[in-house]
T-cell receptor, first 114, second 109 residues
Framework: DAGVIQSPRHEVTEMGQEVTLRCKPI?????LFWYRQTMMRGLELLIY????????DSGMPEDRFSAKMPNASFSTLKIQPSEPRDSAVYFC????????????FGPGTRLTVL | TQLLEQSPQFLSIQEGENLTVYCNSS?????LQWYRQEPGEGPVLLVT?????EVKKLKRLTFQFGDARKDSSLHITAAQTGDTGLYLC?????????FGQGTELSVKP
């Protein structure tokens, strides 16, 4: 298996632009997680899906952030409009079964908002 | 305020030394995981501990879950340069994982 796939690996954009991050989870996994990692705040859970349904989005910072999972093999995290404080590494992870089971992380997308 | 406090935040040691990193909380967790993250990559699971007082060994790494399931430690014996990385603990609370801020370990030859 190829593992969790994220694209792009790096994104540099200007403040105000729309950013879309993409994730393909491991085939057969039924939970998908979006995290944000910064030096100041560490690894924060933004949202997680179970069987393609959003279960907990309490970590989503504000209305500028939205996430979708149209099918079991694809998810997007969108930021519109982006701001410099959104600069971080965004990770997607997937797991099988309960949400606190072993999570398999993708390589991350490093986002820089100028 | 971090639910899970890891200490130390940074640790730089020589190859061959022993070290311990800690993960503490005032909350009880039904299970706790340790992950290791290398630069430019996502975290990778090392171990899951479930029972209070549980000790697990993974080669030179020893993991312990506190009796009250509020804290955990990771001990590395005879550290190697390949142990360099960010070590994260993650507690299961309310059905999801809460991560600590991590301990950045650097092992110098």
């Amino acid at each position: 298996d190829a593992g969790v796939i994220q694209s792009p690996r790096h994104e540099v954009t200007e403040m105000g632009q729309e950013v879309t991050l993409r994730c393909k989870p491991i085939s057969g996994h039924n939970s998908l997680f979006w995290y944000r990692q910064t030096m100041m705040r560490g690894l924060e859970l933004l949202i997680y899906f179970n069987n393609n349904v959003p279960i907990d989005d309490s970590g989503m910072p504000e209305d500028r952030f939205s996430a979708k999972m149209p099918n079991a093999s694809f998810s997007t995290l969108k930021i519109q409009p982006s701001e410099p404080r959104d600069s971080a590494v965004y990770f997607c992870a997937s797991s099988w079964g309960l949400p606190y089971n072993e999570q398999f992380f993708g390589p991350g997308t490093r986002l820089t908002v100028l | 305020t971090q639910l899970l406090e890891q200490s130390p935040q940074f640790l730089s040691i020589q190859e061959g030394e022993n070290l311990t990193v800690y993960c503490n909380s005032s909350s009880v967790f039904s299970s706790l995981q340790w992950y290791r993250q290398e630069p430019g990559e996502g975290p990778v699971l090392l171990v899951t501990v479930v029972t209070g007082g549980e000790v697990k060994k993974l080669k030179r790494l020893t993991f312990q879950f506190g009796d009250a399931r509020k804290d955990s430690s990771l001990h590395i014996t005879a550290a190697q340069t390949g142990d360099t990385g960010l070590y994260l603990c993650a507690g299961n609370q309310g059905g999801k994982l809460i991560f600590g801020q991590g301990t950045e370990l650097s092992v110098k030859p």
